[in-house]
């Protein structure tokens, strides 16, 4: 074996390893830019062109010989020289998301106020929080949006992780929005540039086709940063428009809610499967008799007060009234149907894949502690309900929970369903919602909320909303979201807390220690005290009614 | 048109719907809103009797519907010193709905027109749940843009009960953006639009 042949070997040993320890792409360009190399010092020094190196950097191709080995090795004595800032050891999965470079709103200036109660205004200069140029000024004299009301693109994209399922180090190889942003972001926010890369484990050959559920969930991803910017801009927009002046954006922005949440609903449905029916052929008992009666749907709204218990009566119970946060968003997740309504008789209509509306005759409710999941009816007979509260009633009558016998079923008008109809809507509102609760922001909370629940509201026949015409969609999200209480109602009194009261749509209140059975806070998951006028809110007691 | 074409026998294996030109003038007809208030109730009639009142162009309505009173009975009326008969009452509605939807055809056209751009239809097809599922044919709901020229025409013809008009109408929106599966929405359960 001549030496010639174990140089090879070297060689190709030496090669191997410098390309086991190749940094992820924004890795490369955080060491060059830390050595202070421009790209075309280090195109010169490795034998390429400039463009190679830039594409290298951003993960278009790989780095490739001739070359390949020289730019490696460049590499690795520059990582030697600026390591990575945060973990020394590259498998370990590290949060470098987190955006401390976003400076937070208690550290900055407060706006100046005009004495007319408007911004005051002057040169335009790039904004202290987000950078991009506005003429409105903070009581510093240097340029802030109105209110600090601005959001660095940077901190809603780092905020928003794919989805869990699919792994990031693909992604980070690939150009991924935050690298093609950040050059154009001014001063700030050079940190910005090395978010996830350093995370990925160094593999010599990364996946160049992601996997279907990878690009989907990139694509969703990327749809969603779409579409929330749509909300931050249109709050951006009416707070430039009304000078700073918080109530009157809020009102403008509320006026045009419903065509803004039309417009996000489009959005959302960009690619999906399913082509929904906007005016179907509805049948009577959808249509209402006119503008001020009610078709014939029962949504199952409940109303109860425990007939144990009163105000009235002497005694040292202690209640807590309950509230649900975003009751009708969180009931965005329910079975709609797709296309135009069928009849069938019988139960033939019912079928998990299938949703609608159905007449049905209940079985009587006799459960003394919880309350009856049809709501609060006066008279007894058939009745038309929704499919969520069918599904309601099927589970209760099945063997797990055997709580009353199923409901006899007379008739349907129903189609073929799905769950993840207004999914991606809700997970875009939800997470604006969510953002905006963070930072305090209460004017983009405001405006979430106005669109989801003016959506729910006119999705039927509304003179106010015309892209849509499915009232009953809107009676299944209703019930539905009655049928998320009960499961609340049920959930408590499983722990041992007795239910006092379940009333609206998300109003529950119950006695002992709640914070056991539900975590306090103001997520959709979560529960809060509901403070009002009326007698029984907030922390109250009852007496016990002697019968 | 319609009639030699493949729905020569419409209904005969049980398909259900209405001609699209009768749902696309439904659907004008919607567009229209005016007083909610029933002419039986005391606000509805005071409304309708000041909206007649105050142009020469509701008087003619009132004549065309056949209300030939003095103008002391008229006076009465706006007074709420005297309330119409039945007949009456229901004249005055009839002359108030005629009237409205005169008034608002300039706003039709332009809300359908859209600037140009012109109003997407969602067309639901023939109810077949009742044909043997040998005779079916498969049609699915389309969608297709109709420009502000045709809607122009449409809400003139809507507006002068143009029957006829109507029709040629609808078969020209349905030939013009349906390819060759036109034919099947000559019948159609619903027409639905956002303008």
């Not at chain 1, 005051?120 to 240097?142: H, N, S």
């Not at chain 1, 709580?403 to 079923?409: T, V």
């Not at chain 2, 809507?158 to 099947?184: F, K, M, N, V, Y």
């Given at each position: 074996?001549?030496?010639?042949?174990?140089?090879?070997?070297?060689?190709?040993?030496?090669?191997?390893?410098?390309?086991?320890?190749?940094?992820?792409?924004?890795?490369?360009?955080?060491?060059?830019?830390?050595?202070?190399?421009?790209?075309?010092?280090?195109?010169?020094?490795?034998?390429?062109?400039?463009?190679?190196?830039?594409?290298?950097?951003?993960?278009?191709?790989?780095?490739?010989?001739?070359?390949?080995?020289?730019?490696?090795r460049l590499l690795e004595g520059l990582a030697q020289i600026h390591p990575a800032p945060v973990a020394a050891t590259p498998q370990a999965p590290i949060e470098t998301t987190t955006p401390q470079a976003l400076v937070p709103a208690s550290d900055l200036p407060q706006s100046a106020f005009r004495p007319d109660g408007l911004v005051v205004q002057g040169e335009p200069e790039p904004c202290i929080r987000c950078g991009v140029v506005t003429p409105f000024k903070a009581t510093d004299g240097r340029s802030l949006h109105p209110g600090a009301m601005c959001q660095p693109a940077v901190a809603a994209l780092s905020q928003r992780p794919a989805e869990p399922g699919a792994p990031q180090a693909p992604a980070a190889?690939?150009?991924?929005?935050?690298?093609?942003?950040?050059?154009?972001?001014?001063?700030?926010?050079?940190?910005?540039?090395?978010?996830?890369?350093?995370?990925?484990?160094?593999?010599?050959?990364?996946?160049?086709?992601?996997?279907?559920?990878?690009?989907?969930?990139?694509?969703?991803?990327?749809?969603?940063?779409?579409?929330?910017?749509?909300?931050?801009?249109?709050?951006?927009?009416?707070?430039?428009?009304?000078?700073?002046?918080?109530?009157?954006?809020?009102?403008?922005?509320?006026?045009?809610?419903?065509?803004?949440?039309?417009?996000?609903?489009?959005?959302?449905?960009?690619?999906?499967?399913?082509?929904?029916?906007?005016?179907?052929?509805?049948?009577?008992?959808?249509?209402?008799?006119?503008?001020?009666?009610?078709?014939?749907?029962?949504?199952?709204?409940?109303?109860?007060?425990?007939?144990?218990?009163?105000?009235?009566?002497?005694?040292?119970?202690?209640?807590?009234?309950?509230?649900?946060?975003?009751?009708?968003?969180s009931a965005f997740k329910s079975w709609l149907p797709i296309g135009k309504l069928e009849h069938h008789t019988g139960s033939h209509g019912v079928d998990p894949k299938r949703s609608g509306v159905h007449l049905i005759t209940p079985a009587p409710w006799n459960h003394p502690h919880l309350p009856d999941p049809l709501g609060d009816r006066d008279q007894p007979g058939p009745l038309w309900i929704t499919d969520a509260t069918l599904r309601l009633l099927l589970r209760l009558s099945g063997p797990k929970y055997g709580l009353i016998d199923p409901p006899a079923i007379h008739e349907s008008w129903t189609s073929g369903a799905t769950e993840n109809f207004l999914d991606a809507l809700r997970k875009v509102l939800a997470a604006a919602r969510e953002t905006a609760i963070a930072e305090d922001d209460s004017i983009t909370e405001e405006y979430v909320k106005a669109m989801y629940s003016k959506f729910v509201s006119t999705m039927g026949e509304s003179i106010h909303n015309r892209a849509l015409q499915r009232p009953d969609w809107m009676h299944i999200i209703h019930s539905q979201a009655y049928a998320n209480l009960w499961g609340k109602a049920y959930k408590a009194h499983q722990a041992g807390l007795e239910v006092i009261a379940m009333m609206g749509t998300d109003e529950l209140h119950v006695t002992g220690d709640w914070r056991r059975v539900f975590s306090e806070g103001r997520g959709l998951a979560q529960m809060k005290i509901k403070h009002s006028d009326a007698k029984a809110s907030g922390e109250y007691t009852v007496g016990k009614v002697a019968r | 048109m319609a009639q030699d074409s493949r729905w020569r026998h419409y209904g005969h294996y049980g398909a259900r719907g209405l001609p699209g030109w009768v749902a696309l003038a439904e659907g004008i007809d919607k567009m229209v809103t005016g007083i909610e208030s029933p002419v039986t109730s005391e606000r509805g009639l005071a409304a309708r009797l000041r909206y007649l009142t105050t142009s020469d162009a509701g008087y003619e309505a009132m004549d065309r519907a056949g209300i030939h009173v003095r103008p002391a009975t008229l006076i009465a009326w706006l007074a709420e010193e005297r309330t119409p008969s039945k007949p009456h009452l229901a004249r005055l509605d009839a002359a108030y709905w005629a009237l409205r939807r005169r008034n608002v055809v300039a706003d039709l056209k332009r809300r359908l027109g859209n600037r140009g751009r012109g109003t997407r239809i969602e067309i639901d097809p023939a109810d077949q749940s009742w044909v043997a599922p040998r005779h079916r044919r498969t049609v699915q709901t389309r969608s297709i843009n109709v420009r502000g020229s045709i809607w122009d025409r449409a809400v003139d013809a809507w507006i002068a009960d143009d029957t006829r008009e109507l029709e040629a109408i609808w078969d020209e929106i349905i030939q013009g953006g349906l390819g060759t599966d036109w034919d099947a929405y000559t019948f159609v359960s619903s027409v639905g639009w956002a303008a």
């Amino acid at each position: 074996m001549g030496d010639d042949q174990l140089d090879g070997v070297e060689a190709l040993l030496e090669e191997a390893r410098l390309t086991a320890r190749m940094p992820p792409p924004a890795e490369r360009q955080r060491l060059r830019e830390a050595a202070g190399l421009s790209r075309a010092q280090v195109a010169n020094a490795v034998g390429v062109g400039r463009q190679t190196i830039a594409n290298w950097e951003s993960g278009d191709t790989d780095p490739q010989p001739p070359g390949r080995v020289k730019y490696l090795r460049l590499l690795e004595g520059l990582a030697q020289i600026h390591p990575a800032p945060v973990a020394a050891t590259p498998q370990a999965p590290i949060e470098t998301t987190t955006p401390q470079a976003l400076v937070p709103a208690s550290d900055l200036p407060q706006s100046a106020f005009r004495p007319d109660g408007l911004v005051v205004q002057g040169e335009p200069e790039p904004c202290i929080r987000c950078g991009v140029v506005t003429p409105f000024k903070a009581t510093d004299g240097r340029s802030l949006h109105p209110g600090a009301m601005c959001q660095p693109a940077v901190a809603a994209l780092s905020q928003r992780p794919a989805e869990p399922g699919a792994p990031q180090a693909p992604a980070a190889a690939s150009t991924t929005p935050q690298t093609a942003n950040t050059p154009a972001t001014p001063a700030p926010r050079t940190a910005a540039p090395a978010p996830a890369p350093a995370a990925a484990t160094p593999s010599p050959t990364p996946a160049p086709v992601p996997s279907r559920p990878q690009r989907r969930a990139k694509s969703a991803a990327r749809a969603q940063t779409e579409t929330s910017g749509l909300i931050t801009r249109a709050v951006h927009e009416e707070l430039e428009r009304a000078e700073g002046d918080a109530d009157a954006a809020l009102q403008a922005l509320i006026k045009r809610a419903i065509p803004d949440v039309m417009r996000l609903f489009e959005e959302t449905r960009a690619t999906a499967r399913y082509q929904y029916t906007a005016y179907p052929t509805l049948p009577d008992i959808l249509h209402k008799p006119s503008k001020r009666e009610p078709d014939h749907i029962w949504e199952a709204r409940p109303n109860f007060h425990h007939p144990h218990y009163s105000l009235k009566a002497t005694g040292t119970i202690a209640v807590t009234a309950l509230d649900a946060n975003a009751a009708y968003l969180s009931a965005f997740k329910s079975w709609l149907p797709i296309g135009k309504l069928e009849h069938h008789t019988g139960s033939h209509g019912v079928d998990p894949k299938r949703s609608g509306v159905h007449l049905i005759t209940p079985a009587p409710w006799n459960h003394p502690h919880l309350p009856d999941p049809l709501g609060d009816r006066d008279q007894p007979g058939p009745l038309w309900i929704t499919d969520a509260t069918l599904r309601l009633l099927l589970r209760l009558s099945g063997p797990k929970y055997g709580l009353i016998d199923p409901p006899a079923i007379h008739e349907s008008w129903t189609s073929g369903a799905t769950e993840n109809f207004l999914d991606a809507l809700r997970k875009v509102l939800a997470a604006a919602r969510e953002t905006a609760i963070a930072e305090d922001d209460s004017i983009t909370e405001e405006y979430v909320k106005a669109m989801y629940s003016k959506f729910v509201s006119t999705m039927g026949e509304s003179i106010h909303n015309r892209a849509l015409q499915r009232p009953d969609w809107m009676h299944i999200i209703h019930s539905q979201a009655y049928a998320n209480l009960w499961g609340k109602a049920y959930k408590a009194h499983q722990a041992g807390l007795e239910v006092i009261a379940m009333m609206g749509t998300d109003e529950l209140h119950v006695t002992g220690d709640w914070r056991r059975v539900f975590s306090e806070g103001r997520g959709l998951a979560q529960m809060k005290i509901k403070h009002s006028d009326a007698k029984a809110s907030g922390e109250y007691t009852v007496g016990k009614v002697a019968r | 048109m319609a009639q030699d074409s493949r729905w020569r026998h419409y209904g005969h294996y049980g398909a259900r719907g209405l001609p699209g030109w009768v749902a696309l003038a439904e659907g004008i007809d919607k567009m229209v809103t005016g007083i909610e208030s029933p002419v039986t109730s005391e606000r509805g009639l005071a409304a309708r009797l000041r909206y007649l009142t105050t142009s020469d162009a509701g008087y003619e309505a009132m004549d065309r519907a056949g209300i030939h009173v003095r103008p002391a009975t008229l006076i009465a009326w706006l007074a709420e010193e005297r309330t119409p008969s039945k007949p009456h009452l229901a004249r005055l509605d009839a002359a108030y709905w005629a009237l409205r939807r005169r008034n608002v055809v300039a706003d039709l056209k332009r809300r359908l027109g859209n600037r140009g751009r012109g109003t997407r239809i969602e067309i639901d097809p023939a109810d077949q749940s009742w044909v043997a599922p040998r005779h079916r044919r498969t049609v699915q709901t389309r969608s297709i843009n109709v420009r502000g020229s045709i809607w122009d025409r449409a809400v003139d013809a809507w507006i002068a009960d143009d029957t006829r008009e109507l029709e040629a109408i609808w078969d020209e929106i349905i030939q013009g953006g349906l390819g060759t599966d036109w034919d099947a929405y000559t019948f159609v359960s619903s027409v639905g639009w956002a303008a």
